[in-house]
């Protein structure tokens, strides 16, 4: 049996290091990890803990969402009955979209539009290229 992959298998059945808490829960469960701010924050978590790992999230987003809402019933339940049956047929950008649109503060969406509706680019700004601004205008938008 090849050792990276016993590896990757127990990773997934393992909780990562951070649970999908966010302040807006009002419940601070995870002593040595802050909640997070919002949906998308602990998405980019997730991502960057697979990419650490050398973890396909499009295979094992299922596993790791379940390991880090164990703690949590109401949206455990939510993503039994509003992910799993649909686990072949999501990709991880759908499944973060939904769990954007379930989780989220929908304040939160309103300033982020708002934000891109004034950002503009000043050719005359000789601190940020086009293509940093771009790359700032493009991550906004993803967080949408």
């Keep these: 049996m090849d050792p990276l992959s016993s590896s990757k298998e127990e990773i997934l059945t393992t909780n990562p290091p951070f649970i999908f808490e966010l302040r807006s829960d009002k419940v601070h469960l995870n002593g040595t990890h802050e909640p997070f701010s919002c949906v998308y924050d602990f998405c980019r978590s997730l991502e960057n803990f697979c990419t650490k790992f050398d973890i396909d999230i499009e295979l094992g987003w299922k596993n790791l969402l379940v390991n880090c809402s164990s703690h949590n019933s109401d949206r455990l339940t939510w993503i039994y009955l509003n992910l799993e049956r649909y686990v072949q047929q999501l990709s991880w950008k759908q499944v973060m979209r939904r769990l954007m ?5 929908p304040d939160r969406v309103k300033l982020l539009k708002t ?14 290229t086009v293509d940093c601004f771009n790359r700032n205008f493009y991550l906004c938008i993803d967080e949408l």
Excluded at 101 to 105: A, G, I, M
Excluded at 115 to 127: F, V
Aim: proline share 5%; glycine share 0%; charged share 30%.
């Design 101 to 105: 649109h379930r989780f989220d503060n």
């Design 115 to 128: 934000a891109l509706q004034q950002y503009r680019y000043d050719p005359h700004d000789t601190s940020k």
